[in-house]
């Protein structure tokens, strides 16, 4: 056979065998046999495997490409990625065969990468999260039924506000407000209410800096306005999306020294929060828990100058996150300001090992708004320069 009458072959079978116009010609097949291809989707394996009269992918030369470079944790949710990602945009958007059921494992794909953000670190896992989140454009913009364009474009934006994330971890920050805000767009745009809410809230965590304890010039009043404009979606939303809602404005107000409402919004955070169920926890809010609003109790006494009460909430809070690998950078954020708060207490010895440890675990696994976070907390033992240990605490930070 000649390329174009393999290509005619095959676009023949998927018409007899499952009723999809498929458009191959001697151009796709060279990509295939460049290599420039090595895995597509299952239906053209299908056709393939028929019409070269073959029994497996890996006669014809099929094989799913893995990075030589790429670390262990990247390999494990690239073989998720790989697995979920069967079916072929091609497939997808004009295949009459192919049913809601097939074409929404891109949602799972979505969700589990979401899921992954705390656990994974953000350079190994931030390549995924574009590639995944490039393939949702391309449905986007591709798919002519409303209703589908409407679910592939809520999940086009979750992706969008998980690689937000990532790219903030990496330090990028204008980056994540640029994903952050493509979603705020998108979801306006479309007139999706619950998507719209969810990119305030981490938009609004973006703008404020986390209540300047990240960026020394953070906007607290735009990240209260996104907050109150996410809160206006109420029931649309999980408890545990209300529950991150009151938490960060818990924060704001404790930042601008408003304990009375500070504390009312925990209140509420935590209301929110013991009504989580387990549906809830999953995708951008897979983290969410009553242990997640303790931390937001702890750093809200921290901004409130009630280091005492900040350290009860804050220690019992990092020992329920110890041994929980999915809220890695929950845990050592709350480190973080365990030792400021040990610092204004005057225990220097606690808040420099603290803070140390933490420092040295953010910068093995990148995390560089969780290294933003530990220097503000390095700046508040300034007054104690010259103490011994924090002069070995330095040293520790800079051999890092």
Request: charged share 25%.
């Amino acid at each position: 056979m000649s390329r174009q009458e393999l290509a005619e072959a095959i676009n023949l079978y998927l018409w007899q065998h499952h009723q999809i116009v498929h458009q191959w010609d001697e151009t796709d097949i060279g990509r295939l046999e460049r290599g420039e291809n090595r895995w597509p989707g299952r239906r053209r394996r299908e056709a393939f495997r028929a019409v070269l009269q073959v029994a497996a992918d890996h006669e014809i030369g099929f094989y799913i490409r893995r990075s030589s470079t790429a670390t262990s944790d990247a390999t494990a949710v690239d073989q998720l990625v790989l697995a979920q990602l069967e079916p072929s945009a091609e497939e997808l958007l004009h295949g009459s065969g192919v049913g809601r059921g097939e074409w929404s494992s891109f949602a799972v794909v979505t969700s589990m990468l979401a899921q992954q953000r705390q656990a994974v670190p953000p350079s190994a896992l931030l390549s995924l999260v574009e590639a995944h989140r490039d393939c949702l454009l391309t449905l986007y913009r591709k798919a002519g039924s409303d209703s589908i364009k409407a679910d592939i474009g809520a999940m086009l934006g979750e992706a969008s506000i998980v690689a937000s994330r990532l790219w903030s971890a990496q330090g990028n920050h204008a980056m994540a407000l640029a994903h952050c805000g493509y979603a705020h767009t998108l979801a306006d745009r479309s007139g999706d209410v619950r998507l719209a809410a969810v990119a305030r809230i981490f938009e609004s965590n973006l703008h404020s800096g986390a209540s300047t304890l990240i960026h020394a010039d953070g906007d607290i009043m735009t990240g209260l306005r996104l907050l109150d404009e996410a809160s206006a979606a109420g029931p649309q939303l999980t408890a545990a999306a209300r529950a991150r809602i009151a938490a960060e404005q818990a924060q704001a107000y404790a930042a601008l020294r408003l304990p009375r409402q500070a504390k009312a919004a925990l209140d509420r955070a935590r209301q929110h929060a013991a009504a989580i169920t387990d549906d809830d926890r999953t995708g951008l809010f897979s983290d969410w828990n009553t242990t997640r609003v303790q931390v937001y109790e702890g750093t809200c006494y921290l901004l409130l100058d009630e280091p005492t009460v900040a350290i009860e909430h804050l220690e019992n809070a990092a020992a329920a996150l110890g041994e929980d690998e999915g809220n890695l950078n929950v845990a050592l954020a709350a480190r973080v300001d365990l030792a400021a708060a040990y610092g204004l207490t005057g225990q220097l010895d606690a808040a420099c090992t603290k803070l140390g440890d933490a420092y040295e675990q953010l910068r093995r696994i990148g995390n560089l708004r969780g290294i933003a976070r530990a220097q503000r907390a390095r700046e508040s033992l300034s007054p104690w320069n010259n103490e011994p240990a924090v002069r070995e605490m330095d040293q520790r930070i800079a051999a890092a």
